[in-house]
């Protein structure tokens, strides 16, 4: 019998593995973003606009079929699904590679977006995991992208002075064809797959948590943060090299303490927005940070020193609050559109990418690289009036509970049960799913109480 609170060996391999997909695929898109402009110069028809959009179109395309993606897996299988998403990468990645025309990269870039996996591999992990531990497997996703994110902006520098940049999208899409070994040959079959609603979007949520204005403030908020990297990185390397005359090939020298010591800072402000209810106040402060490291960039950012340390206040910020809004996300969403909620979220958040890009080479292009800071200093300023607004939610926790085949009317009566047991916040029972979704508070609810509920034994 399995301890439910344990993983099984399985499940640890499964972690490990599709995290390993995940990292792999996001290096190959991550690398190229700290010398896009510098690479995208020598490329014929290259404008500051043009430049902008192949640094960001990829936001758009991974918009629009991320969703598609994950309603293909549930009708012709997770891995068929996610391999062609990771050919379709590295197939995108080798035109860029081979294009001499920004218009060529563009299309590279169009196509490595257009392989949007993510939903697939999410549901591949719910397949393969118990509910009990499908938020740890989630939280290694989560660490490894975050990982992938800080070697890209090493690594990628580096490769330029090796390779120049045809050479990182060559190194691009065969980190894909990695990814496609690791998912055939590390990763376990799931006995099958179904559609879960805690971590897949359903399509008749939809317009309730797009009418959700608690929700709606979040995902402005993710669509803000990532507008603002993207339009920033457009012109980042170039002041970087311009402006305080540092070598794209010494840019990584920057980045390597800039991203250590944001992580060091920024860890004892997430303990203290998870265990001391200090969400809002980190939450709202990490916006100000945010706002005062654009401005200090645009300002005062004219020697190596001065640059590193407002990008260590800029990505200790960034960190912050991309580590609490999927929580915040998740922990306002109702209990059973948990899923939906974080797909629109993540929509939401790969169209602030694209829309940065475009917005970042056009203000570059009319008025200069340092009009780009003054203008995401704005929208930064802009999100905190926003945010002053909102409600934060309590700290709770998902909880699943499966109850076996009954009537709606059942569900009703069970559904009000299981809200009058202390430490339950909500409670949804839905019949098709035989599952009721609860949020919990942890520190109050009798877990042997809710197990009772089960159907399945551990």
Request: overall charge neutral.
């Amino acid at each position: 019998m399995n301890d439910p609170f344990k993983m099984t060996s399985t499940e640890k391999r499964s972690a490990m593995a599709l995290s390993l997909i995940y990292f792999l695929r996001m290096m190959g898109l991550f690398m190229i973003l700290p010398v896009m402009a510098i690479y995208a110069e020598g490329l014929t028809g290259a404008t500051p606009l043009l430049i902008g959009l192949a640094v960001g179109i990829y936001g758009l395309t991974q918009a629009m079929f991320q969703i598609p993606f994950g309603m293909l897996s549930d009708r012709f299988g997770r891995k068929p699904v996610i391999a062609a998403g990771l050919l379709i990468f590295a197939a995108g990645s080798l035109i860029a590679a081979l294009s001499t025309s920004i218009e060529g990269v563009i299309l590279g870039r169009v196509l490595q977006g257009a392989g949007a996996v993510a939903s697939a591999i999410m549901a591949l992990a719910a397949d393969l995991t118990r509910d009990e531990q499908r938020t740890k497997v989630m939280a290694l996703i989560g660490i490894s992208i975050g990982l992938s994110f800080s070697i890209a902006f090493i690594v990628g520098p580096l490769l330029l002075g090796l390779v120049n940049g045809n050479g990182i999208f060559v190194v691009s899409a065969l980190l894909a064809l990695v990814a496609i070994a690791v998912l055939y040959l590390m990763l376990p079959n799931p006995k099958s797959h179904q559609f879960h609603r805690e971590c897949q979007p359903a399509a008749t949520q939809l317009s309730s948590v797009l009418s959700d204005s608690r929700l709606l403030r979040l995902n402005s908020g993710i669509f803000t943060l990532h507008l603002i990297l993207t339009a920033c990185f457009v012109v980042i390397p170039l002041h970087m090299r311009d402006g305080i005359g540092l070598d794209i090939s010494e840019h990584w020298q920057i980045y390597v303490p800039v991203f250590i010591t944001s992580v060091i800072l920024m860890m004892p402000f997430l303990r203290m927005a998870e265990s001391k209810g200090r969400t809002r106040e980190i939450f709202l402060g990490a916006i100000v940070l945010l706002s005062a490291s654009l401005l200090g960039i645009y300002l005062t950012a004219s020697t190596v020193l001065s640059m590193a340390l407002w990008l260590v206040v800029f990505f200790t910020a960034f960190n912050l609050l991309e580590a609490n809004l999927p929580s915040l996300i998740s922990r306002t969403a109702a209990a059973d559109s948990r899923g939906t909620a974080m797909g629109v979220y993540s929509t939401s958040q790969f169209a602030g990418t694209f829309i940065g890009g475009v917005a970042g080479g056009w203000v570059y292009g009319n008025y200069g690289i340092d009009s780009v800071f003054l203008f995401c200093t704005v929208l930064a300023g802009l999100w905190l009036v926003l945010a002053l607004g909102m409600s934060f939610p309590r700290h709770l926790n998902s909880y699943m509970i499966h109850i076996g085949q009954m009537s709606e009317d059942q569900a009703g009566v069970l559904a009000l049960e299981l809200q009058q047991i202390p430490g339950v916040a909500e409670a949804m029972v839905v019949c098709e799913d035989a599952i009721a979704y609860l949020k919990i508070d942890s520190k109050q609810v009798d877990m042997e109480i809710l197990r009772k509920y089960s159907v399945v034994e551990d």
